[in-house]
């Protein structure tokens, strides 16, 4: 079965930074894109970073462009998401998801992982 684990997630205080992983099993991570996503409490669920099958492109928006780095390590089936200069607006639960459009549509969620920015 396909599964996704988030890990990495804390408490750290503003300014401060945090790597957050996502393990994937059960698929061929190269066939897939892959993205970060983030939701907080009374807030819609936004994407914070994407990165292409092959690692080849990356987008972020303005809102952690600069701060954050994702990666992927497609030999260990593993996706990274690096968050640098962390602000309290940084907090919510961070969800690793995997995504690829042929033959069919087909997305995959992890659990998420919490990310307390706070002093």
């Known amino acids: 079965q396909v599964q996704l684990v988030e890990s990495g997630g804390g408490l750290v205080q503003p300014g401060g930074s945090l790597r957050l992983s996502c393990a994937a099993s059960?698929?061929?991570?190269?066939?897939?894109?892959m993205s970060w996503y983030r939701q907080a409490p009374g807030k819609e669920r936004e994407l914070v970073a994407r990165i292409t099958d092959t690692g080849g492109s990356t987008n972020y928006p303005d809102s952690v462009k600069g701060r954050f780095t994702i990666s992927r390590d497609n030999a260990k089936n593993m996706m990274y998401l690096q968050m640098n200069s962390l602000k309290p607006e940084d907090t919510a639960v961070y969800y690793c998801?995997?995504?690829?459009?042929?033959?069919?549509?087909?997305?995959?969620w992890g659990q998420g992982t919490q990310v307390t920015v706070s002093s």
């Open positions: 059960g698929l061929t991570l190269s066939r897939y894109h």
């Open positions: 998801k995997a995504d690829r459009w042929s033959p069919i549509i087909v997305n995959y």
